[in-house]
């Protein structure tokens, strides 16, 4: 089955890099060795710039996982945990889940609040990190000013820089987003991403040690529409997710801040059942993403929520909620940058995936 569909697909791709200028030949030794046997790769490489139909057939992303079948291994031992009867390499949403399990993150139970004061970690973290912490309980988010110095700030930029100019990463389809940076250099991996007084906290947070699963820098703002990151990197059970976004340089209303709804993450998460998202059983909703941005405005609308911005320094941390409604300001001078980078983490022993594509979640630990 998997070949059928590689069969069905390649004359498309291959179609689709001949008129970009890229050699079909060369495409197709992509996927194929001389012996006939599928090498490990990931579709992601040709799909980073690639907005055309074939991203909404699911059978795409089931040769992708199948291709890519050893960061999947992991699921195994977590269907079977939470009771999934399913094979690992086919589509996942949350659908598939009949009851939603109680191992709730403990910030997100009813007692967090006196639960944080009384763990004996607490006491380690300053008194303006203690505040933090309290503040992520009730309003879903922290902010850690001045976490990373100027020049630590300074060097991750000339990485992304030096990155860009040797065509080691490239800006994807959105023309704003760099994909997975830490990947092509050791110093945005061990400063940053798994930065061990960050990775401290964090744990802290979920209650559980988390995993580093990827990395977007951004150039300039994102001026993307509320939502919550639950719904592009959902966790079962739910709430098993948390982001980190760092201020690269100072942010303004100029270059587009960053704006936040406090106290959304305490909102039921929203799925693909929760708006009409076209989704089928071999197709993804066209415009499935849109809809969803156009139920969290009416989620917004419905529950009175107070819109705030955050105007952030350089080296400035601001970690958000798995369900945290969030979002890019429109960009006032046009052409001005404002650098970031945001990380996301997964916590152990749970099941992640992509609730509006239904595709799990590539894990490297």
């Known amino acids: 089955m998997i070949f059928l569909g590689l069969n069905l697909v390649m004359p498309q791709i291959t179609t689709y890099f001949a008129k970009t200028g890229f050699d079909e030949t060369l495409v197709s030794a992509h996927f194929f060795n001389q ?11 040709i799909f980073g710039k690639y907005t055309g139909i074939l991203r909404e057939f699911k059978a795409v992303y089931v040769i992708n996982n199948w291709l890519n079948r050893q960061q999947l291994h992991h699921n195994s031992r977590l269907y079977k945990k939470y009771g999934l009867r399913r094979n690992i390499l086919l589509p996942l949403g949350s659908h598939f889940f009949q009851h939603q399990a109680k191992d709730l993150p403990w910030l997100d139970q009813a007692n967090a609040l006196e639960h944080v004061q009384q763990r004996p970690e607490y006491q380690n973290f300053s008194p303006a990190i203690q505040q933090e912490l309290k503040r992520f309980v009730e309003d879903g988010y922290m902010i850690l000013e001045g976490f990373f110095d100027e020049n630590s700030v300074d060097q991750h930029n000339a990485e992304i820089d030096r990155l860009l100019k040797e065509k080691k990463v490239a800006f994807n389809y959105t023309g704003r987003k760099i994909m997975e940076a830490y990947k092509q250099s050791d110093y945005l991996n061990q400063h940053f991403f798994r930065n061990q007084e960050l990775l401290k906290l964090l744990n802290f947070i979920i209650g559980k040690k988390v995993i580093p699963f990827h990395t977007i820098n951004f150039y300039q703002g994102s001026e993307q529409r509320g939502h919550s990151d639950f719904i592009h990197m959902t966790t079962y059970p739910q709430g098993h997710l948390i982001a980190a976004w760092t201020a690269l340089e100072d942010v303004s209303p100029e270059n587009g801040t960053l704006f936040f709804y406090p106290g959304s993450h305490r ?17 993804i909703g ?12 009416e989620v917004i609308r419905e529950n009175g929520l107070e819109k705030k911005v955050f105007q952030g320094k350089k080296g400035d941390v601001f970690i958000w909620h798995a369900n945290l409604i969030h979002g890019g300001s429109p960009i006032l001078k046009p052409g001005s940058s404002r650098k970031s ?12 995936y992509h609730e509006i594509s239904q595709r799990p979640a590539f894990i490297n630990k």
């Open 35 to 45: 012996s006939g046997g599928c090498f490990m790769i990931s579709l992601g490489k």
């Open 267 to 283: 909102l039921p998460y929203i799925t693909t059942r929760d708006y009409p998202s076209g989704n089928t059983r071999w197709r």
């Open 286 to 297: 066209s415009e499935s993403n849109k809809r969803y941005e156009d139920k969290i405005e």
């Open 341 to 352: 980078m945001v990380a996301h983490y997964f916590t152990e022993g749970v099941i992640c």
